[in-house]
């Protein structure tokens, strides 16, 4: 069967927003098959966010919890960004949407690729619905890979490193996770000048109402 026909429709007359989609994404059996523990769709967002969180795809533990970077990356990328738990899971204020939704197993190296039928079934229609988007972070190279295209550099770093380039709508990041502690070090520009510009950005979208609470 094709993979497109996999996809489950709402009624005619369903509401077509943002909340309704969701629902049909997290119903997604599209490549149970081929999920170690099964689908489980882990993503939020809203129609009024400003800020849209792009990174690889659920974790064990977030797979468990069903909340989205909750686990110490998520701890690191909320550092980054100067938000506390409550402003980063409004999702009237921050979308997280990963390039893959469900945790995608574990290779001999680490967790697998996210699966790319996501974005292939959902992405698109998603962003449609989140009108109000204007700073998109990409966090990892699968999400960089996605959004930037050809536009990114030959290497995580140079991309990161060549923000500007791709501001204001999207700012490309390294993934928090603890593991990528060595990169941290390598590249000690990122968190004296990214993490600065980045925590500044987050508030003016915000209006001064994401905040640590």
Same mark, same amino acid.
């Given at each position: 069967?094709?993979?497109?026909?996999?996809?489950?429709?709402?009624?005619?007359?369903?509401?077509?927003?943002?909340?309704?989609?969701?629902? %049909? @994404?997290?119903?997604?059996?599209?490549?149970?098959?081929?999920?170690?523990?099964?689908?489980? *769709?882990?993503? $939020?967002?809203?129609?009024?966010?400003?800020?849209?969180?792009?990174? $690889?795809?659920?974790?064990?533990?977030?797979?468990?919890?069903?909340?989205? +970077?909750?686990?110490?990356?998520?701890?690191?990328?909320?550092? +980054?960004?100067?938000?506390?738990?409550?402003?980063?899971?409004?999702?009237?204020?921050?979308? @997280?949407?990963?390039?893959?939704?469900?945790?995608?197993?574990?290779?001999?190296?680490?967790?697998?690729?996210?699966?790319?039928?996501?974005?292939?079934? +959902?992405?698109?229609?998603?962003?449609?619905?989140? *009108?109000?988007?204007?700073?998109?972070?990409?966090?990892?190279?699968?999400? $960089?890979?996605?959004?930037?295209?050809?536009?990114?550099?030959?290497?995580?770093?140079?991309?990161?490193?060549?923000?500007?380039?791709?501001?204001?709508?999207?700012?490309?990041?390294?993934?928090?996770?603890?593991?990528?502690?060595?990169?941290?070090?390598?590249?000690? +520009?990122?968190?004296? %000048?990214?993490?600065?510009?980045?925590?500044?950005?987050?508030?003016?979208?915000?209006?001064?109402?994401?905040?640590?609470?």
């Amino acid at each position: 069967m094709h993979l497109l026909s996999k996809r489950r429709r709402l009624p005619v007359d369903a509401p077509s927003g943002v909340d309704a989609l969701l629902s %049909e @994404i997290r119903g997604c059996t599209a490549c149970a098959a081929q999920l170690p523990l099964g689908p489980r *769709p882990v993503l $939020q967002a809203g129609e009024s966010a400003r800020i849209l969180v792009v990174g $690889q795809a659920p974790g064990l533990r977030v797979h468990t919890t069903g909340v989205p +970077w909750d686990d110490p990356s998520g701890e690191r990328l909320r550092e +980054w960004m100067g938000v506390g738990r409550d402003a980063f899971y409004d999702a009237a204020r921050i979308a @997280i949407i990963p390039m893959g939704f469900c945790y995608p197993g574990r290779g001999p190296s680490g967790d697998l690729p996210p699966r790319r039928e996501c974005a292939t079934l +959902w992405l698109d229609r998603l962003l449609a619905r989140l *009108p109000r988007i204007e700073l998109t972070l990409l966090v990892g190279q699968y999400a $960089q890979r996605h959004f930037l295209g050809p536009r990114r550099k030959e290497s995580l770093a140079a991309t990161v490193e060549a923000w500007q380039e791709y501001a204001p709508q999207f700012l490309p990041l390294p993934h928090p996770s603890p593991r990528n502690q060595p990169w941290l070090k390598r590249h000690p +520009w990122f968190e004296l %000048e990214v993490v600065p510009l980045l925590r500044a950005r987050i508030h003016a979208l915000a209006d001064h109402r994401v905040g640590r609470r």
